[in-house]
C-alpha cells in the first residue's frame, strides 16, 4: 500500500485504514440523494472534483472523537515526553565523543576526564543510550496505540451513525442508490473519518510540535546552522506543488481503474448463468483482463509519482544535509564547534525533517479523505423524506381505507398516480386490477408510506396517514410484496421477522394456516433449517408461502399483497389460493390480482389504467358495467 505517500507519513500507514477514499465518487457518486430516479446512479469518467479542506467538515469530523477528549489529550502527553525523550537520545553520544573519546571536561566539570575512568563512563554512557531509545520506543509505541484506539473508535462511531441512517432511509432512496455505492461508503469511506484524525490531525499536531520543539533546541544549539537547515522547507512546498496535482489525479484515475474491475466481477457473477448459456466466457475473460491491465498501469503511473516525490524529499533533505554538514565542520574547523556537538545537530536533523516530510503530505492526505468524509456526509445529510407531523396521533383499530385525489410522481412531471379516489370500509378486501405499469405496485407503496403523495390524501380511519406515528402505522400493516423476501436464516427466524420470540406453536400455526408446514416438515432440520443466500433453495411457491406465513405470524389488521401468486405455477397457485382466503378474512386487505377465479371473491375490485381509477365497484357491478375489468375477465358484456 505504497499510496501512503499521497495519504499519510511514511510507514506509518500501513494498515487497510488509509485508502484513498475517493474511488466510488467517481464510478458511483455524482448523482443527488434524495430523489434520484433509478439507475441513474452510475456516471463514470466525472473527473474527481477538487477538494479543498473546509472547516465545516473538518469540525463535523472532530465531533465524532469529543468523546474520547480524555483519550486525546493523554495522547498528547505521551507525544510529549515522546519528543522530550527524542531530544536527549544524542546527547550521550556527544558526551562520549567529546568527553571520553576527546579532551573536553565533562559537562559541569572543569579537567578532562581521568584515563582509567573512561572505559566505565562509556559503558555507563552506552546503557544511557539503550534506556532512552528503550523509553522512547516504549512511549512511541503506546503514543501510537492510542492514538489508533482513540480513532478506530470514532470510526465506530460513524459506522454505527451511516448504518442507522440507511435503515431508515426511504424506499426512494434506495430506490435511487445503487447498492455496491452504499455498500463502499458504509464500509470503505467511513475510513476517511479516521485517517482524517489519525493521517491528519494527529500527524499535524505532533509534526508542528516536534518541528517548533526542534527547531528552538537547534536555534539554541546554533542559530546559524539551523537557519541553513530550515531554509529548504520552501523547496519542500514546491517540490508538493510539483507533484502533489500529479499524484492526486493518478491516484483518483487509479482507484477508478479499481472500481471498474470490482463492479465488472460483480456484475458478471450477477449475469452467469447467461454468459454460460450463451458461451460467452472467452469475450468476459478477455474484457476482465483489459480493465485489468488497465488498473495495473494506472496504478504503476500512481506509485511512480509518488516515487518521484519520494525522491525529491530524499534529494532535498540529502541537499541540506549536506551543505549543514559542511558548514558545521568548517565551525569545528574552526574551532567554535566540538565534534560531539556536530554529532547532536546532525542527530537533530533528522528529526527536524521528518516532521517537516510529514507536513508536507498533511494537506494531500487531508484533501483526499474529506472527499470520503464527505460522502458519508452526504448520507447523512440526506433529509427524511417520510416525516410524521407532530404530534403524532395513534392509528385507529379497524379504520377505513381512503384515497382521496392522491396524485403521486416518482419523477417531476410523469405522474403514475392521477387524482385517485376511492373507499375501502374496514374488513372489506379490494383486487386491483389493471395492465402492466398502470401504478398498482405504487398504490400499495403509499399505505405503509414508503411513498407519501404529491397531492391529495391517504386517510386510515378518517385520519391522514402523514399525522399517525410511523412505526405504529407499519405494525399495523401486513405486506406480502410480489418477490417473495427470504433472509439468510433460518426458516423459524424468517415466518417470526416480524413477531421476534414468537413461541414455536405460533410459527408452526402460522406455517400451517400458509400451506407451508407440509414442506417445513420434509425439511432437514425443519424449522430450523437455513434458508436464504448460501443456504438451500426453496422453490418461487414455497418462498411465497414462507413469505404468507410471515404475514400471518404478524397478523396485522390491514393486509397489502401485490400479485402474490404471479411467479408460481397452477399447482403451487391452488395451494396459496386457500391460505389467501384465510389471510384476507376479516381484513382490511388491497391485493394485486388477475385471475377472475382469485378476484370473484373480493368485496371490491379496482381498476387503474395508466395511473387513473377508471372503475371502481363490487365484481358482480363491474362484470355488469362491461369495460376493462369485463374484458379482462372474459366475460361478455350483460346488456
Ligand atoms: N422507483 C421508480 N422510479 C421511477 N419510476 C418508477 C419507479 N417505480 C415504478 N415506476 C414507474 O411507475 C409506473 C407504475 O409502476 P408500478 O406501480 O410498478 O406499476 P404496476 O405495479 O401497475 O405494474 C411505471 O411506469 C414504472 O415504470
Ligand atoms: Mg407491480
Known sequence: MTNCQLHGQKGTCKTASHFCIDTGSIIFGSYAFGGAPRGKGWIEGVPHPNIRPRMKDLLRVLKYFRPDAGRVAGVFGLLLANVALNVLKPWPVAVLIDSVLGQKPLPGQRAPMETWARPLMAAWLSAAIFLLYFAQGGLSSAQNYYSIQVSLRGLTRVRAEIFDRLLRLSLRFHQGATAGDLIYRASWDT??????????????????????????????????????????????????????????ERTTRA?????????LVQQCIAALPLTQSYTREELEAERFQGEAKEAQRLRLSQHGSELGYGFAVAVIFGFGTAVTTWLGSRQVLAGCLTVGGLFVFLSYLVLLYEPLSQLSYVGATVAGA????RRVFEILDTPDEVRVQSPAAKVPEAGDIAFRGVCFAYEPGREVLKEVTFRLAAGESAAIVGPSGAGKTTLLLLLPRFFDPGRGEVELGGVDLRRLDLKDLRRHIGVVPQEPIILPATVAENIAYGKPGAPPGEIAAAARAANAAGFIEKLADK?????????????AGERQRINLARAFLKDAPIILLDEPTSALDGESEELIAESLRQLLRGRTALMVAHRPATIAGFHRV?????GRLTEFGTPAELRAKGGYFARVTGLPKVE
Open 255 to 263: 482507484q477508478q481503474a479499481d472500481s471498474r474491475v470490482t463492479s
Open 370 to 373: 474529506l472527499a470520503g468524509a
Open 606 to 610: 379496482l381498476v387503474l389504467e395508466e
Open 191 to 248: 475510513y476517511s473519518i479516521q485517517t482524517l484524525f489519525q493521517q491528519g490531525l494527529m500527524t499535524f499536531v505532533t509534526a508542528s510540535l516536534s518541528l517548533a520543539v526542534m527547531a528552538c533546541i537547534m536555534a539554541r544549539l546554533n542559530l546559524p546552522l539551523t537557519l541553513v537547515a530550515l531554509a529548504l522547507a520552501p523547496l519542500l512546498v514546491m517540490g508538493i506543488r510539483v507533484f502533489g496535482r500529479a499524484m492526486r
Open 527 to 539: 424449522y430450523q433449517t437455513r434458508i436464504g443466500e448460501g443456504a438451500a433453495r426453496l422453490s
